[in-house]
């Protein structure tokens, strides 16, 4: 089973930047995708960003390019950049990693609060 950490949320006003880290316990020499979701109250878990093995990146459309997704020095580390913070970005933020012909696996969330 693969160990995910998260790490970076907090509570920032409207405009504001946080950044996010995910470390998973996985060679950084395997094939895997690592994303991050985000789920708010009554709300559905959406994705927020996703980076490939092959480093592509994908964004929700909410996003509109204020978020990066990178990753680290090695390439089980992942961060996720958020600029531009509204208050509907408020939410328990949860790192995930697909490894090749695996399913899912996810962290326990980290939760960013946007005050307006």
């Known amino acids: 089973q693969v160990h995910l950490a998260e790490s970076g949320g907090g509570l920032v006003q409207a405009g504001e930047s946080l950044t996010l880290s995910c470390v998973a316990s996985v060679s950084p020499d395997s094939t895997f995708a690592m994303a991050w979701y985000r789920q708010a109250p009554g709300k559905d878990r959406e994705k927020v960003a996703l980076?490939?093995?092959?480093?592509?990146?994908q964004y929700g459309d909410f996003v509109n390019g204020r978020f990066i997704i990178s990753r680290g020095s090695t390439k089980n580390t992942v961060y996720l950049q958020m600029n531009s913070l509204k208050p509907d970005d408020t939410a328990m933020y949860y790192c995930?990693?697909?490894?090749?012909?695996?399913?899912?696996?996810w962290g326990s969330g980290t939760q960013v609060t946007v005050s307006s």
């Open positions: 980076i490939g093995s092959n480093d592509s990146t």
């Open positions: 995930c990693i697909k490894m090749y012909g695996s399913t899912p696996e």
